[in-house]
């Protein structure tokens, strides 16, 4: 019994340092008076763009301020001027945030796709990992798209014809587009270990392994 209980809590103090060190930010916010040049004119490029300071991927990505700012010149068309709707487009990005488990990404457009018409009960089931039911038509082909691109690397005939059936073939290419965008940015967030902003607490339960 001894032996069992030692065991335990030393599994227990392994796992919660494992998961204080998963915490950790990698790659935080970097002072003012550590940037270089180029990272101070990318900040401000992006300001010009946004109207915003630099913020959750974009904090790490500053790393390499000639990928930030490319970066932000394809969301920004990705984002706000793509052939989709809003509803459509925020349900690529949750399927994306939902698949790397990228809580950032969930906590930013989780409101938005709400706001852009998509049901609750299909982000639900997102959050949950599951194919969401009762999808519109539109909703469905796109879904049937992401799944199998991610899940095969590849689309059959049948899937591509109805996507282009229904979001026509630059909304295919715009799905695919923020598929690999958003990607990108739960990769860099995930590596980095970037924060939810301050009182925020992850709303996804990770994948079992």
Same mark, same amino acid.
């Given at each position: ?17 494992? $998961? ?17 040049? $180029? ?33 932000? $010149? ?5 984002? %706000? ?22 809580? %950032? ?14 049901? $609750? ?59 690999? %965008? %958003? ?27």
């Amino acid at each position: 019994m001894q032996l069992f209980l030692g065991t335990l809590l030393l599994a227990t103090a392994v796992a919660g340092a494992a $998961a204080r060190a998963d915490g950790q930010d990698r790659m935080p916010p970097i002072p003012a008076d550590k940037l270089t040049d $180029a990272q101070k004119k990318a900040i401000e490029e992006f300001k010009a763009a946004r109207s915003v300071d630099i913020s959750g991927p974009f904090v790490p990505m500053l790393r390499s301020p000639e990928v930030m700012n490319r970066a932000r $010149a394809m969301g920004d068309y990705l984002r %706000y001027k793509s052939s989709l709707p809003p509803r459509l487009s925020e349900f690529v990005i949750l399927l994306t945030a939902r698949r790397w488990t990228q809580q %950032y990404e969930w906590h930013a457009h989780q409101p938005l796709a709400l706001q852009g018409g998509l049901r $609750a009960g299909i982000v639900a089931a997102i959050a949950e990992g599951q194919r969401p039911p009762g999808m519109a038509d539109d909703e469905d082909a796109v879904y049937a798209l992401w799944d199998e691109v991610q899940r095969n690397q590849s689309v059959t005939d049948a899937t591509y014809a109805r996507a282009i059936a229904r979001v026509g073939e630059q909304g295919v290419v715009d799905v695919l587009g923020i598929t690999g %965008y %958003y990607t990108m940015l739960a990769m860099v967030m995930n590596t980095a270990r970037t924060p939810m902003p301050p009182g925020q607490q992850p709303a996804l339960a990770p994948f079992p392994r």
